[in-house]
């Protein structure tokens, strides 16, 4: 079946996004393959958004600022007005910041944040924390496992995580899936996570390994040793409960707690 054309207003958004591309690719030593490895997406999906033939939306118009260095606004009025919008009903006035069980307004940026990779030294004052990822355990078994992943790191300050009370080692990151945690977590943000924190508190935010899946939630202990799940988006994703038996059978355990977050705008 044929894709029906975008609306004018949503292919022009694309179209400025493709003529900003095409202005700094060389100053940025891009290209199109080079830009869908960055966005991890295919080289068809990302021509597709440049050429208006798939609408854009705020977490691919926020991953696609970032590496144009460009402001969304730049673009799309619509998606960055959304953006804002997320931001100011989370009642976050900076990206990156310290989490406790709610979002708090004017939370303290920890400092810059960036992609570390072999061919990027350390600074003494900077280790690496790598990203937790699902893994099928075989072909066609729909079983998987929580690994870490050998290739995607971010770079932190030790500092960073010493005010935190992060031990070096016990760091992971996790790329929150899915519209459960939003308005505050929107899919595509960034958590880190304390594994060295497993220890349930009260509406505390935490990593789960949900039987090999990633999920983030706030956590609630009940009585006998169960946990009740909670969201932020309760509209569309109510509150689960899992008595003690239920959380063993189901493979459920408690990865660690969310330390700090990132939210691309």
Not at 185 to 214: C, F, I, N, Q, R
Not at 245 to 257: D, M, N, P, T, W
Request: glycine fraction near 8%; charged fraction near 25%; charge should be neutral.
């Amino acid at each position: 079946m044929k894709k029906r054309p975008l609306p004018d207003a949503r292919k022009d958004e694309c179209l400025r996004l493709k003529a900003i591309f095409n202005a700094k690719k060389k100053d940025l030593g891009l290209t199109q393959e080079k830009l869908a490895h960055q966005l991890e997406m295919n080289q068809s999906s990302v021509s597709h958004y440049l050429n208006g033939i798939n609408p854009l939306n705020a977490h691919v118009a926020a991953a696609f600022s970032r590496i144009l260095k460009v402001p969304v606004r730049e673009f799309s009025e619509r998606l960055a007005d959304e953006i804002e919008g997320i931001a100011a009903a989370a009642s976050i006035t900076v990206i990156t910041g310290p989490v406790d069980s709610a979002p708090r307004a004017n939370a303290t940026m920890l400092g810059p944040i960036s992609i570390w990779d072999d061919d990027t030294p350390l600074d003494d004052d900077e280790v690496y924390v790598p990203f937790l990822k699902e893994v099928e355990l075989s072909a066609g078994s729909g079983r998987t496992v929580i690994e870490k992943s050998s290739t995607r790191k971010l770079r932190f300050g030790k500092l960073t995580l010493r005010n935190q009370g992060v031990q070096f080692d016990q760091a992971v990151c996790v790329t929150v899936r899915g519209n459960s945690m939003e308005p505050v977590l929107p899919d595509g943000s960034t958590v880190g996570v304390d594994k060295g924190s497993t220890a349930v508190k009260d509406g505390k935010m935490y990593a789960v390994d949900h039987g090999g899946e990633l999920r983030v939630k706030t956590l609630y202990r009940i009585p006998g040793g169960g946990l009740r799940f909670r969201s932020f988006n309760q509209d569309e994703h109510p509150d689960e409960e899992y008595t003690a038996q239920q959380l063993a059978e189901s493979g459920i355990s408690v990865l660690g707690k969310v330390f700090w977050y990132s939210v691309l705008l």
